[in-house]
């Protein structure tokens, strides 16, 4: 059973038309992770959420805004995307002793 | 920001080879684990070493980690077609929950 779930798998969206990815987790876990990853390269984290306390990181662009409502929930908002953000975004859990991350199957954007 | 490099960043063997991939990083850090990830997929878990441990072993995995040279290695021995993945290593930096990634091997491993 999907632990990590992320929808929708693809996404395609316009040029600055903005766009939610959704990420769900049945794992109770209190870190929420989100990630980008472009063709062959390594995921770079964007931001991540302890519990509700989010921590963003200091070159995540102020384009790439998040939400986590509650633990299982959190979202991914690109307020207005452009070319270059066209990747794929990794969801991805874990608890507090950061020992194993927990990944969703990713979704993968597509910018028009 | 990325936490370090991997090399090599592709490896490309014969069904039973021996595969070794390495990774360095950064900071120091509390443990450093490495995933894998099937193309188009998310990563998955493979191991983790924490910063007091030198060596750990699972199945065909062997893990070494070297803090004085911010260095870490994973073995895989005897090595199958379905290893073939990319391998990325990640640290935990602080105590900040950030994990972070390293660049990654492309490994292929040929029937």
């Known amino acids: 059973d999907a632990m990590v779930i992320q929808n929708p798998r693809y996404q395609v969206t316009q040029f600055g038309k903005p766009v939610t990815l959704s990420c769900s987790q049945t794992?109770?876990?209190?870190?929420m992770y989100w990630y980008q990853q472009k063709s062959s390269q390594a995921p770079k984290l964007l931001f991540h959420?302890?519990?509700?306390?989010?921590?963003n990181e200091a070159d995540t662009p102020d384009n790439f805004q998040s939400r986590r409502p509650n633990t299982s929930f959190c979202f991914l908002d690109i307020r207005s995307p452009g070319l270059g953000d066209a990747a794929m975004y990794l969801c991805?859990?874990?608890?507090?002793?950061?020992?194993?991350?927990?990944f969703g199957s990713g979704t993968q954007l597509s910018v028009l | 920001s990325q936490q370090g490099e991997e090399d090599p960043q592709a490896l490309s063997i014969q069904e039973g080879e021996n595969a070794t991939m390495n990774c360095s990083y950064k900071t120091s850090i509390n443990n450093l684990q490495w995933y894998r990830q099937n193309s188009g997929r998310g990563l998955v878990h493979l191991i983790l070493i924490r910063s007091n441990e030198r060596e750990k072993h699972s199945g065909r995995l062997r893990v070494t980690l070297d803090t004085s040279k911010k260095s870490s290695s994973l073995l895989i021995t005897a090595s199958r077609a379905a290893d073939t993945a990319s391998y990325f290593c990640a640290t935990d930096a602080g105590n900040n929950n950030d994990m972070r990634f390293g660049a990654g091997t492309r490994l292929t491993v040929k029937p």
């Open positions: 794992l109770n876990h209190n870190v």
């Open positions: 991805a859990t874990g608890d507090f002793t950061n020992e194993k991350l927990f």
């Open positions: 959420y302890y519990d509700k306390d989010f921590n």
